[in-house]
């Protein structure tokens, strides 16, 4: 979909502005600090959906963007290391799964959503070079189905509901 440079930028903007917005959000749970790495990643809706919407360029300039925008404004060096490798993972998964036209938004969306915790995995393992820290990877683990299968469920409703609106 292109219609012009000032279109697709507005577009990209508003994309990257609400999955901020929803970053922050999250970043205001009170689960996100009891355990780390345990995100429910409500911006993963705004990626899920610009990846279906808008394509693959858009889905990646809008998550670097969401992610470095989330760093200088909430964040810290760690937060930037660990955020960053989750979501290039994670959208690089997604980019891969969708390109095989086999998958429904659903199953892109839990495998995406594990992917960033694998991503955040080995950003600890590096940091810290402790193994044990694996086993943290089986609690990631099973939020990450939860919250893939809302997030996908929601991106699909999104999709479905505004791709005939951003088309026109």
Do not use: C, D
């Amino acid at each position: 979909m292109q219609k012009n440079k000032t279109y697709t930028i507005a577009l990209y903007g508003m994309f990257t502005a609400l999955a901020l917005m929803l970053s922050f959000v999250e970043y205001q749970l009170p689960l996100m600090a009891a355990y780390p790495g345990m995100k429910i990643g409500l911006a993963n809706i705004v990626i899920v959906s610009a990846l279906y919407m808008l394509g693959i360029k858009a889905a990646v300039i809008i998550n670097l963007l969401r992610v470095v925008m989330a760093f200088l404004l909430f964040g810290n060096a760690m937060s930037l290391m660990y955020s960053l490798a989750g979501a290039v993972i994670s959208l690089l998964v997604m980019i891969l799964l969708k390109k095989t036209g086999k998958l429904a938004i659903l199953t892109i969306s839990v495998a995406g959503a594990i992917s960033h915790n694998i991503g955040q995995i080995l950003v600890a393992l590096l940091v810290t070079g402790i193994s044990q820290i694996l086993w943290y990877f089986i609690v990631l683990w099973l939020t990450a189905i939860g919250s893939g299968i809302v997030i996908g469920f929601l991106g699909m409703i999104i999709v479905k509901r505004f791709n005939s609106i951003l088309m026109k």
